[in-house]
């Protein structure tokens, strides 16, 4: 094998590696409430459902559950952005949600316990509480929405 022929194969490979674990990475991780809490700071405003809504949410989506709190008005979006939940008329096109893979989601639900989960908006981020549980570490969509 020549030099270039090394060097393009090293390139692929690199590429391929990065690409799976770019695609196949889970978006979210769950915490204690009290890690929650020291981490993210105190929760600014909240909207509770059921946990029953929640799963029902979720069996309308294959890969993500998207989640915003405004004015305790929450919504819910799943993939490719389509609308799940909403206490709200509509959703435009450049609201920023924050996004979690679903399997993220199912894990805290298989954790936790309890009737209601808790979408909380906090300073910088947003969270999802269940029990004594919490996720975050969501990403933006936008610009993260594929």
Excluded: W
Excluded at 25 to 44: N, P, R, S, Y
Excluded at 74 to 92: A, C, P, Q, W
Excluded at 104 to 129: C, H, P, S, W, Y
């Amino acid at each position: 094998m020549n030099i270039v022929s090394k060097s393009f194969f090293r390139i692929f490979s690199i590429i391929i590696l990065l690409s799976g674990f770019t695609f196949s990475q889970d978006i979210g991780k769950i915490f204690t409430d009290t890690e929650a809490d020291k981490l993210f700071g105190e929760v600014l405003e909240q909207s509770v459902i059921s946990i029953d809504e929640l799963k029902d949410m979720l069996n309308s989506t294959e890969k993500f559950v998207m989640f915003k709190v405004s004015n305790e008005a929450l919504t819910v979006l799943g993939d490719n952005r389509s609308l799940i939940f909403s206490t709200k008329n509509y959703v435009e096109n450049n609201e920023v949600f924050h996004k979690f893979s679903k399997s993220k989601v199912l894990e805290l639900i298989n954790k936790g316990f309890g009737n209601q989960v808790i979408v909380q908006k906090r300073r910088k981020v947003l969270t999802v509480t269940y029990g004594t549980f919490t996720l975050e570490l969501a990403m933006g969509c936008p610009p993260f929405c594929e």
